[in-house]
Antibody, heavy 121, light 110 residues
């Protein structure tokens, strides 16, 4: 079965760079149509899409955050890594990674449990 | 880039029917599929409707989805409301470059 799990620091200081890792199982990021996305949710607020990487290494970013984000994959380790530079307290949120297979259906059908990141000095 | 607008909150009594709307700001609602997610406090979202009107296995047929090109919006309808349906609901769509989530609707069943 498909599982995803986010990992990374709980606390980062303003201006620092955040690195989050999504470790997954049950699928391969070499399979046509498959991708992994990152979505965040500030406390009490809405979901916000951040980035997405496809099986063919095509990468897409939220226009409002594009300059701060980098997404990459390691197909051997079954991991997707997101980096976000110049962190600010407004970036405090739960960060989720999620699976999507556009060859099957168009939703994010499997999500990780999320990891809370707090930005504070 | 487009936006998806949802009502902030809706409330209805158990056994009744409620509809949550999701309006696309630009581009046709029919040009890309719409998904709906349910999120309970402290949990990750789960899909209740994908590709406008498809229900994943395990989702009761009390949940249904539709799109309306005349209003450029999608709707999630929940009939026979149960207290367990109380949650936040998010619509989701995309274009060639971006994924977009609506602002979420808090459903209260009272």
């Amino acid at each position: 079965q498909i599982t995803l799990k986010e990992s990374g620091p709980t606390l980062v200081k303003p201006t620092q760079t955040l690195t989050l890792t999504c470790t997954f199982s049950g699928f391969s990021l070499t399979t046509s149509g498959v991708g992994v996305g990152w979505i965040r949710q500030p406390p009490g607020k809405a979901l916000e899409w951040l980035a997405f990487i496809y099986w063919d290494d095509d990468k897409r970013y939220s226009p409002s955050l594009k300059s701060r984000l980098t997404i990459s994959k390691d197909t051997f380790k079954n991991q997707v890594v997101l980096t976000m530079t110049n962190m600010d307290p407004v970036d405090t949120a739960t960060y989720y990674c999620a699976h999507r297979n556009i060859g099957a259906r168009h939703d994010f059908d499997y999500w990780g449990q999320g990891t809370l990141v707090i930005v504070s000095s | 880039n487009f936006m998806l607008t949802q009502p902030h909150s809706v409330s209805e009594s158990p056994g009744k029917t409620v509809t949550i709307s999701c309006t696309r700001s630009s581009g046709s609602i029919a040009s890309n599929f719409v998904q709906w997610y349910q999120q309970r406090p402290g949990s990750a979202p789960t899909t209740v409707i994908y590709e406008d009107d498809q229900r994943p296995s395990g989702v009761p047929d009390r949940f249904s989805g539709s799109i309306d090109s005349s209003s450029n919006s999608a709707s999630l309808t929940i009939s026979g409301l149960k207290t367990e349906d109380e949650a936040d609901y998010y619509c989701h769509s995309y274009d060639s470059s971006n994924q977009v989530f609506g602002g979420g609707t808090k459903l209260t069943v009272l």
